[in-house]
């Protein structure tokens, strides 16, 4: 299937020259709706310059203005016959120099927002290192008087979408522990239980038992 070239540019134009919805521009822009409010906002992308979709054939007017007719028509994109370039699915993620100063601000707010996070998640998350994480965690960064927690998806950093499904993950690898730990809670106790009654089994005074143990001795 065609992948759009350059989603967030292209997101960018279709907020400030249509009437489309957040949800229709999120949903042909594979973006998070939220993503696409901050773009509204000012607060995401600022500086991208607005790539329109119509002059390279990925998407028609008509279809721009179907989808403005109706708030829950999707876009659909049109045939392209120009070769795309492969999506890029391993290797660092390359973030601008200019986005770099941003990631401790990010990791704060993961860290006070979703610490169920790991420091390898948060790390894969936003493109950053697990000393930057630590050093954060610890409250050693260099910077840390002047952090500012702010929101890696409003920073650009990742999108809503791949914090939903990293926090996710992580609360399920949390349940699952945390299961496991009480089962073996469980498990000690029923052990603990077993090894006091055969104690209570090895103490009892059985000699009122035998015979002529109630008589007295001559």
């Not at 600022?46 to 007719?69: F, K, S, Y």
């Not at 260099?142 to 920073?155: K, T």
């Amino acid at each position: 299937m065609a992948r759009l070239l350059m989603p967030k540019a292209t997101a960018v134009w279709l907020v400030e020259n249509t009437t489309l919805n957040f949800d229709q521009i999120a949903d042909f822009c594979e973006l998070h709706a939220l993503e696409v409010q901050g773009i509204a906002d000012g607060e995401v992308a600022m500086g991208i310059v607005g790539l329109d979709p119509t002059l390279n054939g990925q998407l028609t007017r008509e279809e721009i203005a179907r989808c403005e007719a109706d708030p829950t028509a999707r876009l659909k994109m049109a045939k392209v016959d120009i070769p795309l370039p492969a999506p890029r699915t391993k290797g660092p993620r390359y973030t601008p120099v200019a986005k770099r100063q941003d990631k401790p601000d990010a990791v704060a707010w993961l860290i006070r927002h979703h610490p169920e996070l790991s420091d390898g998640q948060i790390s894969k998350l936003i493109g950053t290192t697990k000393q930057t994480i630590a050093a954060v965690r610890d409250r050693s960064h260099w910077n840390f008087a002047n952090l500012r927690p702010r929101d890696p998806v409003l920073l650009g950093l990742c999108s809503q979408t791949d914090l939903n499904a990293a926090v996710l993950r992580a609360r399920k690898s949390m349940a699952k522990t945390t299961a496991v730990a009480e089962q073996a809670t469980i498990e000690a106790g029923k052990v603990d239980e077993g090894e006091e009654g055969v104690s209570r089994k090895a103490t009892l005074d059985i000699s009122k038992f035998l015979p002529g143990s109630g008589e007295p001795q001559p």
